[in-house]
């Protein structure tokens, strides 16, 4: 187990390390001179390669690249080209509003996913199974920016209930959930989709098992019966939560956009138009990182939920 | 001569023995026509994609030609029965227009995904070894972005554009294929037939044609098949941020992002983009549901 568990970690380094060369190489890969973004339009030919040099631009990508990581090990993600701020500091507060609302989207639909694919496995083959999957296919395939705009449409524009855009600042809590509501519902449609398919699949297969079969020639109730097909559905459930979880976070993007919501996606979408290249470098990296230590603490919980998996 | 003792058997029904292999795909056929939910969403996607195919000679106006008098024109008016955008221009006209990019920038990265995945699949799980590990590494490394991100993020790099769209989606789908043909391949390669074929004295492509690809193909269209709904949602989600396909053209997602203010004037038609991406998506996820239903396929 706790060799496992070692190899696990060991083995996220080489993928640390990966994603980063991913981040550094779609940046600097991109077409375009990144000082035509960094100095005025009329600064002179020399000043514009003193300004190079003062960068590092001049220098060959695999160095800039190990400086880069030098600094990013040091915490230092650079500065904004717009703002002069440090990248970390608006990556820091972009990211506790998109956790937010990934962590509500995630509850909601984890939560009545969960219920609704267990629901459609137990009566398998009925009319509640098929109303269940009818509306998991909905939410698997709905384009969640256009939901959001839906969304608007009707609790915004004709009902007048829910604020459309941002985030309240103040106005305390209620305000603030009001504001975070339809952005919720938007971003949690798919994964509610996908979780209530996968474990309604997950439950049948088990349920199919003869050991199933045995528990209830043993007599045992339903209740019963129940809790040990969740416990065997566990492991495979887990890793599509990490997923789901992933894209509720790194899908936010389409979302924040459309509610103009203040997290990463939102401050991507903006370092994406004005080429701010090291914000834009920042916020992929650290989302990045995010995601690396989130499919390790997934491996890691499974192993915990069921030993088997360390041992091969 | 024959033997006296074998049953006669008519040269037409040794032929269906011989020709086993077929009769699967002929079942898989059979399951597909014998489900009404495949048809259903089979027939619409054939008319989604006949109507983009065909929309230079079936769409009503000029998809670029507007009309300041006539701007969001709701539902129903008469001439513009879907209404018109906020330029004037004919909506149903846009969307079957639109329908082209939209299909063509969500296909083309799952094709790519599916041919260059199952190559390299294939490879790593065949070679095995170092090779192996540091291909599969490769797509780990891939794996560490869920996939909207990494799409936005080597858009927003590269800038807006199809080709870049179909290039950060190719991106995106092709690491999710080579894992899922590598570990059929690995699963294929240690089966007895394989064995048995080797000890024979096989050669590597002939075992490769002929026992590795028809085997791990079905899993990789299956899992291709459940890819297509996610790629065209995510094309579409492209040009809605602005980094798909260039204005003027007609795309869904870019539609559904320049109506997306109009919808405090006219609430419904800005809407309609949105439908149309999302009546493609379903159906592609019905239709591979259907085709893994048939094929008998878990995944």
């Given at each position: ?312 | ?263 405090y004037v006219n609430a419904w038609v800005p809407a309609l983009p949105g439908v149309a991406i999302f009546l493609t998506s379903m159906s592609f996820n019905l239709l591979s549901d259907g085709l893994r239903d048939a094929m008998e396929i878990r995944g």
């Amino acid at each position: 187990m706790w060799a496992y568990v070692g190899r696990r970690l060991l083995l996220a380094i080489p993928t640390l390390l990966g994603a980063s060369i991913i981040v550094f190489a779609m940046v600097h890969l991109a077409p375009g001179d990144p000082m035509s973004a960094l100095m005025p339009v009329d600064a002179s030919k020399a000043d514009i390669e003193a300004a190079r040099r003062a960068y590092g631009f001049d220098q060959p990508l695999p160095v800039q690249y190990l400086r880069w990581l030098g600094r990013v090990a040091q915490g230092d993600l650079g500065k904004s080209i717009a703002t002069r701020r440090p990248v970390l500091q608006d990556v820091y507060a972009a990211l506790k509003n998109s956790l937010v609302l990934a962590v509500s989207a995630s509850l909601l639909s984890f939560g009545i996913g969960i219920a609704l694919g267990l629901f459609a496995a137990f009566r398998q083959g009925r009319v509640l199974d098929k109303l269940l999957s009818a509306v998991a296919i909905v939410g698997v395939s709905v384009p969640h920016y256009w939901a959001g705009i839906i969304l608007i449409i009707i609790f915004s524009v004709q009902l007048n209930w829910l604020p459309a855009m941002g985030a309240a600042a103040e106005g305390g809590a209620v305000e603030y959930l009001k504001h975070m509501a339809l952005p919720t519902i938007a971003l949690a449609l798919i994964p509610l989709g996908v979780l209530t398919r996968v474990v309604r699949s997950a439950a049948l297969d088990i349920l199919a098992q003869e050991f199933v079969l045995a528990l209830r020639a043993k007599g045992l109730g339903r209740a019963m019966v129940f809790a040990h097909v969740v416990k065997n559905a566990a492991p495979q459930i887990l890793t599509v939560l990490g997923l789901q979880f992933g894209f509720a976070l790194g899908g936010s993007v389409l979302v924040e956009t459309v509610f103009s919501w203040p997290g990463t996606g939102y401050l991507m979408n903006l370092a994406i138009f004005q080429r701010d290249l090291p914000l834009l470098q920042g916020i992929i990296l650290v989302l990045a990182m995010f995601f690396v230590v989130l499919n390790l603490a997934v491996d890691l919980a499974q192993t915990l939920v069921d030993p088997r998996i360390a041992r091969h | 001569m024959a033997h006296p003792l074998a049953p006669s058997i008519a040269t037409g029904e040794v032929e269906t023995v011989v020709g086993a292999p077929m009769s699967y795909w002929r079942t898989v056929a059979w399951r597909l026509r014998q489900d009404p939910t495949t048809i259903a969403a089979g027939s619409l996607l054939l008319l989604i994609a006949l109507a983009a195919i065909l929309s230079p000679l079936i769409a009503p106006h000029d998809p670029s030609a507007g009309s300041i008098r006539l701007r969001l024109a709701p539902l129903g008016t008469s001439s513009h029965p879907l209404g018109t955008d906020e330029q004037g221009r004919d909506m149903l006209t846009r969307l079957l227009w639109g329908g082209r990019m939209t299909l063509l920038a969500g296909l083309t990265p799952v094709l790519v995904g599916f041919v260059l995945g199952t190559v390299m699949g294939v490879f790593a799980g065949f070679v095995g070894g170092l090779t192996n590990t540091i291909i599969m590494r490769t797509m780990d490394v891939f794996y560490a972005f869920p996939a909207v991100l990494l799409a936005i993020a080597i858009s927003g790099s590269l800038g807006p554009g199809l080709w870049n769209t179909l290039i950060s989606l190719s991106v995106v789908f092709v690491p999710r294929v080579v894992r899922v043909a590598e570990s059929a391949t690995v699963q294929v390669k240690s089966l007895e037939f394989v064995a048995a074929a080797r000890a024979s004295g096989s050669g590597v492509w002939p075992i490769m044609r002929h026992h590795l690809l028809p085997n791990v193909l079905g899993p990789v269209l299956v899992f291709s098949s459940t890819q297509v709904s996610l790629s065209i949602i995510l094309a579409a989600g492209l040009s809605f941020l602005g980094l798909g396909v260039t204005p003027p053209a007609a795309e869904w997602g870019l539609m559904l992002n320049t109506l997306r203010g109009s919808i405090y004037v006219n609430a419904w038609v800005p809407a309609l983009p949105g439908v149309a991406i999302f009546l493609t998506s379903m159906s592609f996820n019905l239709l591979s549901d259907g085709l893994r239903d048939a094929m008998e396929i878990r995944g």
